[in-house]
């Protein structure tokens, strides 16, 4: 499968922005979809994921703020994300996998494919 995320783009905080991460090329509902994101100098950060069955988890950081959802009528997944934080400021991607189940949506290793990134920059 290839993923395509987009949206991103220089906001104020407190703004919302929705991110997308468009699916081609194999039978997206049987794919679990996460988003990451990484800062300068820092390591890829687990954010949220919704797997198959449209079960969600999210990071602490965001949860409450962030919302992922999925159409696979048009081979999308969404992150909605309001009450943006000048600390939100990172480049965001999707990485889908069939296998990988509920325990490991956190772990950026477990996913087969990746999206290219999209920046976040969240201005105070």
């Known amino acids: 499968v290839q993923l395509q995320a987009s949206g991103g783009g220089l906001v104020q905080a407190g703004d919302s922005l929705r991110l997308s991460c468009a699916a081609s090329?194999?039978?997206?509902?049987?794919?679990?979809i996460g988003w990451f994101r990484q800062r300068p100098g820092e390591e890829r950060e687990f954010v949220a994921a919704?797997?198959?069955?449209?079960?969600?988890l999210y990071a602490d950081s965001v949860k409450g703020r962030f919302t992922i959802s999925r159409d696979n009528g048009k081979n999308t997944v969404y992150l909605q994300m309001n009450g943006l934080k000048t600390e939100d400021t990172a480049v965001y991607y999707c990485?889908?996998?069939?296998?990988?189940?509920?325990?490991?949506?956190?772990?950026?290793?477990?996913?087969?494919?990746w999206g290219q990134g999209t920046q976040v920059t969240v201005s105070s």
């Open positions: 919704i797997r198959w069955n449209r079960n969600t």
């Open positions: 090329g194999d039978t997206f509902s049987r794919y679990s």
């Open positions: 990485a889908g996998d069939q296998r990988i189940i509920m325990s490991s949506l956190s772990l950026w290793g477990q996913y087969d494919y």
